[in-house]
């Protein structure tokens, strides 16, 4: 029973996107939100179940890869506070970075996880433009604050990330 609700869930998905044959995607559902691709599984527990939202992110640079990931574990850091959290990883397999996190179905309706899909794709869009370092050559001579502000303008808002989950 709990699946039906993941099925719905979808159909309201692909209403609200113009998808034509919604029962295409209640097994395998990827999307591209703002042309950043998404895969989304359903996690059968307690009550309506989980979405399992995977974006992502693109490939490591071949230049600066362990600055980069340096970067990625410390926006782990501002993004990791509550349950449910997204979180940065990077998938052997396919050799890419992956923001995923969990979204309880009770807790969320189409429009405001498309709109959470729409953040964490300008979110990608912007680490694959500078990786999320933007400012390093700018650093003040304390450098201290350097990585947060570049991590916090990467965010944009974690308060507004909160929001939508």
């Not at 113009?18 to 998404?38: E, G, K």
């Not at 309880?104 to 709109?115: H, N, Y």
Request: aromatic share 10%; glycine share 4%.
């Amino acid at each position: 029973m709990a699946a039906e609700h993941y099925r719905q869930f979808v159909d309201q998905l692909c209403e609200h996107t113009l998808i034509s044959d919604p029962a295409a995607l209640y097994h395998d559902t990827h999307l591209a939100v703002r042309d950043v691709n998404f895969s989304l599984f359903y996690l059968d527990d307690a009550g309506p179940g989980t979405v399992s939202v995977l974006c992502d992110f693109g490939p490591l640079p071949a230049r600066r890869s362990e600055e980069v990931m340096k970067r990625l574990l410390e926006t782990n850091f501002y993004l990791f506070d509550s349950p449910g959290s997204p979180g940065l990883s990077f998938n052997e397999v396919t050799q890419r970075v992956v923001l995923a996190c969990r979204v309880p179905l009770r807790s969320v309706d189409a429009p405001t996880f498309l709109e959470m899909l729409g953040q964490f794709s300008d979110m990608a869009k912007g680490w694959r433009k500078d990786y999320f370092l933007n400012d390093q050559a700018k650093a003040s001579p304390t450098r201290t604050t350097a990585p947060m502000n570049a991590t916090q303008r990467a965010i944009q808002s974690k308060a507004a990330l909160r929001s939508t989950l």
